[in-house]
């Protein structure tokens, strides 16, 4: 089946109680039992719910995966795909990667004796200095958050594999619809489905796609027993968010590039961040392992007070952290998104305080050019 087909069907039989066409909302905590170790599949809404099992069946069909577990958020999602290392462990995280995500390694993981170092990933000479002989995963961001750099996700997997590691990538800010991972050879794609495969930004929560049998049960394992379970109507949401995300994604990307290439030319920018542009340095890279370019735009205004101007006087645009919505969102990376990592990493990643990052809506682009340009001005 396409894409599109499979979005709206995949995971959402018609419930055999009723004909709904959508998946119910099953609002319980625990299910009716027929006898002793006799029931219907569901004994507890930790453990199993019916709506979370449709929108796991779904985006694990979108993902290519075998199997799918959605988490209350994102970095629950990230936190449990974690799991798989162990004290001891070393982890190679991409050096641009979401600041929660460094902040988990950061301030978490390593109290727990898991080693981890900063890379870029996109430098495959300089990842291959990284590995251990106690390396277990390569955690890819691709394209970064919010440089937008590109990670050549098939030649990192095969060097991860030759070395006996895994590779986890976050796809949040493609999507299964113009990226898909598992195809380039990662082991795990790891999704916030806030962002895109909700689209409208009335829902947080996160996903574990895979293939392997064994990771996957304990992945189901650590979900039941930590609980960071997405909730019946939030699966919902997401479920209802998934229908529509090929041709969102398409505005997305019509919109993104638009924005991008006005950007590239306005007088008040120094530099914009969108693989999509022939510029960015990863732009062939991008066009073989994406289908299309997305929303995300970054842009340097020069300095923080010229990036705190543009925040606070766009009109449309609404000023806020997060992503992925139907609606455009401006954000600050250096003060909001990525405040948690250290100012002189920051600096060495292009993570200026003007560096402004925008999530393209789908509103008519004119109206977000003309929004841009009037705040830059």
Not at 191 to 205: F, R
Not at 329 to 338: F, K, Q, R
Request: charged share 20%.
């Amino acid at each position: 089946m396409g894409f599109s087909t499979t979005a709206i069907h995949a995971g959402n039989e018609p419930d055999p109680a009723t004909g709904a066409v959508s998946v119910p909302i099953y609002q319980t905590s625990t299910y009716a039992q027929e006898g002793l170790g006799k029931h219907k599949g569901y004994e507890y809404a930790r453990t199993q719910n019916p709506t979370r099992t449709a929108l796991e069946k779904n985006i694990a069909a979108l993902e290519g995966a075998r199997f799918g577990f959605a988490f209350a958020s994102g970095m629950s999602a990230i936190d449990a795909s974690l799991k798989l290392v162990k004290g001891g462990d070393h982890v190679i995280l991409g050096d641009n990667t979401y600041g929660g995500t460094f902040r988990l390694f950061n301030r978490i993981l390593k109290d727990y004796s898991v080693e981890f170092d900063l890379a870029d990933t996109s430098d495959l000479a300089n990842l291959e200095k990284f590995f251990k002989p106690n390396t277990k995963l390569v955690f890819v961001e691709t394209p970064t958050n919010p440089v937008m750099t590109v990670t050549d996700l098939a030649a990192v997997s095969e060097m991860a594999h030759a070395r006996g590691a895994k590779v986890i990538c976050d796809n949040t800010f493609m999507s299964p619809y113009f990226q898909r991972p598992i195809e380039h050879g990662v082991d795990i794609v790891v999704h916030s489905t806030t962002k895109y495969l909700n689209g409208h930004s009335d829902s947080i929560g996160g996903f574990v796609a895979l293939n392997n049998e064994e990771d996957a049960e304990w992945i189901r394992f650590v979900q039941n027993s930590v609980g960071a379970v997405l909730s019946p109507m939030d699966s919902f949401l997401v479920l209802r968010g998934t229908k529509t995300l090929a041709v969102r994604m398409e505005a997305h990307d019509k919109n993104g590039r638009q924005v991008a290439a006005f950007l590239q030319e306005h007088p008040k920018v120094e530099k914009v961040y969108y693989p999509g542009l022939a510029s960015h340095p990863q732009h062939e890279l991008a066009k073989r392992q994406q289908s299309g370019f997305g929303g995300m735009v970054s842009f340097e205004t020069g300095s923080l007070e010229n990036a705190k101007k543009v925040l606070e006087s766009v009109k449309l645009c609404t000023l806020g952290e997060s992503l992925g919505g139907v609606e455009s969102l401006i954000s600050h990376p250096a003060t909001m998104t990525h405040a948690a990592v250290p100012d002189e990493t920051r600096a060495k990643l292009g993570i200026t305080d003007g560096l402004v990052r925008i999530s393209v809506g789908i509103e008519d682009v004119e109206d977000i050019l003309e929004d841009l340009d009037q705040a830059l001005k």
